[in-house]
């Protein structure tokens, strides 16, 4: 189980993401009014809570949405976890479909530190079932 620490979204897409607290997940299209929602398999991103606080232990300082997630979880490793791998937060259901990405263009943490875990650490996911996720709610596995 993990919680949930941030719901961040972007109105355009190459921004920085901003934590809203809460938003509306659709099936097939990701979250509402985020720039990357859309029928395809990276509809949310996710990241580790605790990777994020490795990385600023390095001196990169960055906030929840920063690496263009859009939720940031503590309690789950999500890069271990196999393609598939379901998640349940309230009566929204969410299925793995990416482990990391290429990185095309050099962001602005890359630059300053040489390095950005999002590639690596950064999982997506497809949205199976709609409702609302919110700052502190619980989320599970389910295979």
């Known amino acids: 189980m993990g919680v949930i620490k941030a719901v961040?979204?972007?109105?355009?897409?190459?921004?920085?993401?901003?934590?809203?607290g809460c938003a509306k997940f659709i099936v097939n299209h990701g979250i509402e009014n985020d720039a990357h929602a859309g029928n395809w398999h990276r509809q949310v991103s996710l990241l580790s809570l605790e990777k994020i606080n490795e990385f600023n232990a390095k001196g990169a300082n960055v906030f929840n949405?920063?690496?263009?997630?859009?939720?940031v979880v503590e309690?789950?490793?999500f890069k271990i976890l196999?393609?598939?791998?379901?998640?349940?937060?309230?009566?929204?259901?969410?299925?793995l479909s990416q482990i990391g990405k290429e990185c095309h263009t050099k962001c602005q943490i890359y630059h300053k530190m040489g390095e950005c875990i999002m590639p690596i650490e950064g999982v997506f996911a497809k949205v199976l079932k709609d409702g609302e996720i919110k700052v502190n709610d619980e989320i599970h596995i389910l295979q």
């Open 82 to 95: 196999p393609i598939g791998t379901r998640f349940k937060c309230n009566e929204v259901e969410l299925e």
């Open 8 to 20: 961040c979204i972007s109105e355009t897409k190459g921004t920085q993401k901003q934590n809203v």
């Open 75 to 77: 309690g789950i490793d």
């Open 65 to 71: 949405g920063a690496f263009g997630e859009n939720l």
